[in-house]
T-cell receptor
């Protein structure tokens, strides 16, 4: 039973392309997130949605656009991919807001390589 | 600026030995502190979560401590196993939304 699942796990694409990463959680959580983990293994939040409403939007290029069709899904669309976008992207979810002490459950990550 | 610093950056220990990982933070206002374990190629998994009033919390062979006065936390691993090889990430929350991740300590347990 996968709690937070994201697809694809691996993605290799050329510069300039547009790609999407999908995420679904079956935990009944209200809040979902996208994190980026760079080559130095530093995890940084990109977006957070609570009940389909955007609540955190860190300084991320507007080429990145999250979409939440319902509270169980949060997809990440990236336009005009650049080499610097190569990273591991983690989807996550929590009951309530992440800073309030609720455990954040992470997906297995999506390895994006831009060539 | 909210920061979370972890030490050491990496650590190699023999199987069966104990080790302690450190986390110092400047996050304010403090809400809670968590330790996550991230296996290579996997997503982080929560080990412990502590609020301001908690000094110690255990999860099996993992024991986390928190000193809110000095803004320090440690994660102690007892009788290490090969499966403990992973990155351990300290995460500190300020208020209800701001969550700051440390860069992690990479632990390798060797036979």
């Amino acid at each position: 039973d996968t709690a937070v699942s994201q697809t694809p796990k691996y993605l290799v694409t050329q510069m300039g392309n547009d790609k999407s990463i999908k995420c679904e959680q079956n935990l009944g959580h209200d809040t979902m997130y996208w994190y980026k983990q760079d080559s130095k293994k530093f995890l940084k939040i990109m977006f957070s949605y609570n009940n389909k409403e955007l609540i955190i939007n860190e300084t991320v290029p507007n080429r990145f656009s999250p979409k939440s069709p319902d509270k169980a899904h949060l997809n990440l669309h990236i336009n005009s991919l650049e080499l610097g976008d190569s990273a591991v992207y983690f989807c996550a979810s929590s009951r309530g807001r992440g800073g309030s002490g609720n455990t954040i459950y992470f997906g297995e990550g999506s390895w994006l390589t831009v060539v | 600026k909210n920061q979370v610093e972890q030490s050491p950056q990496s650590l190699i220990i023999l199987e069966g030995k104990n080790c302690t990982l450190q986390c110092n933070y400047t996050v304010s206002p403090f809400s809670n502190l968590r330790w996550y374990k991230q296996d290579t190629g996997r997503g982080p998994v929560s080990l412990t979560i502590m609020t301001f009033s908690e000094n110690t919390k255990s999860n099996g062979r993992y024991t986390a401590t928190l000193d809110a006065d000095t803004k320090q936390s440690s994660l102690h691993i007892t009788a290490s196993q090969l499966s403990d090889s992973a990155s351990y990430i300290c995460v500190v929350s300020a208020g209800y939304q701001k969550v700051t991740f440390g860069i992690g300590t990479k632990l390798q347990v060797i036979p």
